[in-house]
């Protein structure tokens, strides 16, 4: 009867065929005869009680299946109390408050409930419906309560306790249903002590649920996630399906089917004409060297972001104003949302946001308009009004009437709290390391609920998109599942105790400070012209719905082009902005106005030179050489900078990492490899790995030289210097790291060797960075003597070991 009535076509809310075949599936599997289901055996996950798993996407409504499977149970169990099958006393868990509140429309006793606003039971029947009882709390009160009525509790709780606070109740037989049940898993062998966060709650959730079993006895238990996976701490494809999967509706069916907005990637980046390719830039910004390189490293808020994400967002800002023309008559407004890999990003992208004049859309810009979530921000407000507020504004993103309906602008570091279900996101920046397309899945969902769920005129859903940058999402035809990619064995790479005594040390450098002659000059003659690729600005960027062949539907692409922006911004204020992020960095004796008008000066006559030169661009095509221009801004600044500091360099010092002044190989966390090792003898790492011929040779050679005391890989232990490569900051990772030691005169030299250099155009940029750092640690005289080289042939590798050797 209840199927019959959910299926009716003229209901005024017709359910989602995918909602329809979750409860047809349960149905099934509860009410058919034992003989209908020979051989179908459902894993359990070695607990007492049987769970059962659906699977449904984001946005598919799986809060209005909950409500079905209660009406269902509970409409059962009043109609043959006897039936063990069935129950109407239920258990709801969530992960976090804001799930726990949106769950509150399972109420039956709300005015705003979901079965009168969904018609999830015939109306004679609601008053019997509502005989039933739910407890709707979050795995958080498993924890043990300290105090009952005010008196401090003394000693464990008992399963009945537990069972007593949680539920509220004294009845047997509870179904218990689990929103986002993906932190709800059985952890497998181990001591609890050192768990990680992700344990820790399974653990706590699951042990919760085994208490109330053995007070109450647990007659089901249905999880429902978008997600169902365990983590295991491996990369892509590294996460396990739950065996207990019924109903399996996936973020693929879902948009294939309509049923939530189409995410729309990067497809072709367009400098003169489309140029197709596999991943544009724009596909996985992060992924990029000189983006890597900057947002891992924790910088002031007011340093400017890389050249390539400024220009990713003046395309997506761009995109997102034409769609801010067309919903400005609605009572939301579109909404951008950023995320971001740490708080230290999180403040940049802030400030850039208030005040890079390549962005220009000051819609969201607006300080009103814009919330920045992370924990430096939450902390700030912990405890106080502007804490609730906050939180209040965030969950209510897009809601009427509510202190979050006008935001347009979301920064945030997670992925935002589960719950979080905004329907009016339209454009999605990804800003952080995606290791697994579980991550990628998880960041697009937040924007992929429909605003209109209204029919056209053919019966169907009206299209609806969002554009994504960053986030390197593509279909699978088959989520999860292990990763067979790779069937090499994994090997444990890490500090071994045994060769404790082959320990590599370093100073923990955060950057080389100069300081300056009180007059700042300019050699011009010797000043380098700075060439700037047009090709590296991006006008138009087509971005396509991405199909399961994982090939761009180009037919079907649209695209973010930059019309009006370099027409709005002047070239004095590009001036300005240059000349500013250079007085930020640069300090010399005297007045800062001074310092700054100085700076000015140089700045302007760099320019006025002609010093700037766009290439791979038409003489006709002004707009892009001024786009060039500003979105290579980090260039020119480094470039200028570089050339001041070369021309007016008096001293440089070391500036270490506050309270780490060193590192070494026993920070070096414990992982594993796929590639080839070496067991070796003087390494602290051990084993070593090695992927090429010349690198297994130059480890063969440390070992067995008696000019060697200890060494170590060095491109994987953390350490890096920073250098400049045509006006972008990227990290120099050596090969080696060896301690040449001379017994006789016990006289040390710490050699930081580069094995088979190529001729690559970044080569000269990195060994004159390498020197610097060497220069300036030995004129430090803190960490002793240090030395730098190349072999160009592993070959090589004993005479430069003997031409280093201390005397």
């Known amino acids: 009867m209840l199927l019959k009535f959910w299926k009716d076509e003229k209901r005024v809310r017709r359910l989602f065929f995918c909602q329809i075949e979750a409860m047809e599936t349960i149905i099934w599997l509860t009410e058919a005869d034992d003989n209908e289901k020979l051989d179908l055996n459902i894993p359990r996950d070695g607990g007492e009680f049987a769970r059962r798993c659906f699977k449904m996407a984001t946005g598919t409504g799986k809060t209005i299946v909950m409500g079905m499977l209660i009406t269902w149970m509970t409409l059962n169990k009043l109609d043959r109390p006897t039936d063990s099958r069935f129950s109407k006393y239920f258990l709801m868990v969530a992960p976090n408050i804001t799930v726990t509140q949106r769950l509150g429309v399972l109420d039956y006793m709300k005015s705003d409930n979901y079965y009168l606003k969904y018609e999830l039971v015939p109306e004679p029947l609601y008053d019997r419906l509502r005989e039933g009882h739910i407890t709707i709390t979050n795995w958080h009160k498993f924890k043990k309560s300290e105090t009952n009525n005010g008196v401090v509790r003394k000693g464990p709780e008992s399963d009945e306790d537990v069972a007593r606070r949680i539920l509220g109740h004294r009845h047997d037989n509870v179904m218990v249903i689990n929103d986002e049940a993906h932190h709800a898993w059985r952890k497998n062998g181990g001591d609890n002590e050192n768990l990680t966060d992700d344990e820790m709650i399974a653990t706590l959730w699951m042990g919760g649920l085994d208490k109330i079993h053995k007070a ?12 169902p996976f365990i983590p295991s701490g491996r990369l892509s494809g590294e996460d396990d399906l739950f065996g207990w999967i019924i109903s399996d509706f996936s973020l693929n069916d879902a948009i294939e089917s309509g049923l939530v907005k189409t995410p729309r990637m990067p497809a072709a980046d367009d400098v003169i004409k489309p140029i197709i390719t596999d991943e544009t830039k724009y596909y996985h910004i992060y992924a990029d060297e000189t983006v890597t390189t900057d947002l891992q490293v924790a910088r002031d808020p007011h340093r400017k972001l890389p050249d390539l994400v400024r220009n990713g967002y003046a395309l997506l800002g761009a995109d997102w104003r034409k769609k801010w023309d067309i919903m400005k008559d609605s009572r939301v407004p579109p909404v951008m949302i950023t995320i971001c890999n740490t708080t230290s990003t999180a403040a940049r992208i802030e400030n850039f946001f208030k005040t890079d004049i390549s962005f220009d859309v000051a819609e969201l810009k607006d300080k009103e308009h814009m919330c920045r979530v992370d924990s430096d921000v939450m902390s700030e407000y912990k405890g106080s009004k502007g804490d609730v507020a906050l939180r209040e504004k965030v969950n209510t993103v897009g809601q009427i009437d509510k ?27 990804g800003l952080r390391a995606f290791t697994s397309q579980l991550l990628c899945e998880q960041v697009v969902g937040r924007g992929l609920r429909r605003q209109s769920y209204e029919l056209n005129e053919k019966g169907m859903f009206n299209p609806e998109y969002v554009n994504i940058v960053g986030v390197p999402f593509a279909f ?7 990763d067979t990619t790779n069937s090499d064995p994994r090997i444990l790479v890490r500090p071994d105790p045994m060769n404790v005594e082959h320990e590599i ?19 011009w003659e010797n000043v380098n012209e700075l060439r700037v690729d047009g090709r590296s600005c991006d006008v138009k960027v087509h971005v396509a719905p991405v199909p399961e062949s994982n090939i761009p539907h180009l037919d079907l692409a649209d695209k973010m082009e930059l019309e009006d922006t370099a027409s709005r911004i002047r070239m004095q204020s590009i001036m300005f902005h240059v000349t500013r992020d250079i007085y930020r960095d640069i300090d010399t004796p005297g007045p800062k106005y001074e ?17 700037i030169r766009v290439m791979n661009l038409p003489d006709d095509l002004e707009i892009r050489k001024r786009l060039a221009i500003i979105f290579n801004m980090n260039a020119i600044i480094n470039h200028i900078r570089q050339a001041i500091i070369v021309n007016n360099t008096m001293e440089k010092t070391l500036a270490l990492k506050p309270g780490r002044n060193m590192k070494s190989t026993f920070d070096v966390m414990d992982k594993f490899t796929t590639s080839k090792v070496l067991d070796v003898k003087k390494s602290h790492i051990n084993p070593q790995p090695y992927n090429r011929g010349w690198e297994k040779k130059a480890i063969q050679e440390m070992e067995r030289n008696n000019r060697v005391e200890s060494w170590t890989r060095a491109d994987n232990i953390g350490f890096g210097i920073p250098y400049m490569f045509r006006g972008n900051m990227a990290t120099y990772k050596p090969d080696f790291m060896a301690k040449l030691t001379n017994p006789e005169s016990g006289n040390s030299v710490m050699l930081i060797l580069e094995i088979k250099g190529q001729e690559l155009a970044n080569v000269q940029a990195k060994n004159d960075a390498l020197k610097e750092w060497v220069e300036t640690v030995n004129d430090d005289g803190r960490f002793g003597t240090w ?12 005479v430069i070991l003997g031409q280093h050797y201390p005397e």
């Open 216 to 227: 109450r006895n647990i007659r089901g238990c249905f999880d429902f996630t978008a997600t």
């Open 403 to 429: 202190s979050g309906e006008q935001i347009r602008n979301i920064i945030a570091v997670q992925m935002l709290s589960e719950g979080w279900d905004a329907n009016n996101v339209t454009h999605v920046m």
């Open 476 to 482: 699978l035809p088959h989520e999860g599942g292990k």
């Open 505 to 523: 040390a370093w100073p923990n450098v955060e950057r080389i400070n100069t300081i300056m002659h009180p007059e700042l000059e300019m050699d």
């Open 595 to 611: 310092l700054f008008a100085r700076l000015v000066r140089l700045a302007e006559e760099f320019i006025g030179r002609n010093m």
């Open 787 to 798: 030395a730098s080289d190349i072999a160009m042939d592993p070959k090589d590798v004993p």
